[in-house]
């Protein structure tokens, strides 16, 4: 799918959409994606950096060649279709705790996931829940899962990044068209906080401090107990301690 079919959209979204529902319900479909010498993750991400580099850049939706067909030539539209079921795909796999780790921990030795993070960043901002909700919301949610390794014991990802993350991140926690985003986005910022230099950029950011104060009066009991993980963390891990 990376390679012999990354520049057909009828193709690649379609596989995408297959693999996408199967790995969403069983764990069995999970488990063979990712299975050891399968490097499916990585060829994820790096499928995804191609399509988020077209993306950014709106001259490649200019046809360079005369035989491909309009269906099977990318769109601005179809771009994002595909990129939103590469990215829900991603985040699927990145359940597997095992084969996920033992992956990014690869990659966390190369430049990928700092490009990955970077371009995907990048979408989301220059992006609005309102016209582009689902991409925006399988995007952070991928964001999630793949935190998840970054500990401290671990560090895939260096602190400029998770820098980068966050201010994309705060501008969600009060979306208040989807709730699920705001869910996410507290998640993201939640397995951040395991990160003393990222919990003492919290405290120094006074907007982000009242912001949280606001979603802990919230009546979602997820977004509440996310918030309250948060908090702990910067106790533990803020400045003096």
């Not at 939706?61 to 991603?90: C, M, P, R, V």
């Amino acid at each position: 799918m990376a390679g012999q079919h990354r520049d057909s959209s009828a193709i690649c979204i379609r596989l995408a959409y297959i693999l996408g529902n199967l790995t969403t319900n069983f764990e069995n479909a999970r488990l063979e994606l990712t299975e050891e010498g399968s490097n499916s993750i990585e060829t994820l991400i790096n499928l995804a950096i191609y399509y988020l580099g077209r993306d950014a850049n709106p001259d490649s939706f200019k046809n360079t060649n005369s035989k491909q067909s309009k269906y099977e030539e990318f769109s601005q539209g179809n771009l994002e279709d595909a990129l939103t079921k590469i990215i829900k795909l991603l985040a699927n796999l990145s359940t597997e705790e095992t084969q996920a780790a033992r992956d990014l921990a690869k990659l966390s030795s190369t430049s990928t996931l700092t490009v990955f993070f970077g371009l995907l960043m990048a979408a989301i901002n220059r992006r609005q829940v309102a016209k582009n909700e689902e991409f925006i919301l399988n995007a952070i949610s991928c964001t999630t899962n793949m935190l998840f390794y970054d500990t401290q014991a671990t560090n895939i990802l260096s602190n400029t990044v998770r820098c980068e993350i966050f201010k994309t991140m705060k501008p969600h926690l009060l979306s208040h068209v989807n709730e699920e985003i705001q869910i996410e986005s507290v998640r993201v910022i939640s397995n951040l906080s395991r990160h003393c230099e990222l919990c003492n950029t919290f405290l120094e950011d006074s907007q982000f401090i009242q912001t949280l104060c606001v979603v802990l009066e919230h009546s979602l009991r997820d977004l509440v107990f996310y918030s309250v993980g948060i908090i702990i963390n910067i106790s533990l891990h803020g400045k003096g301690e």
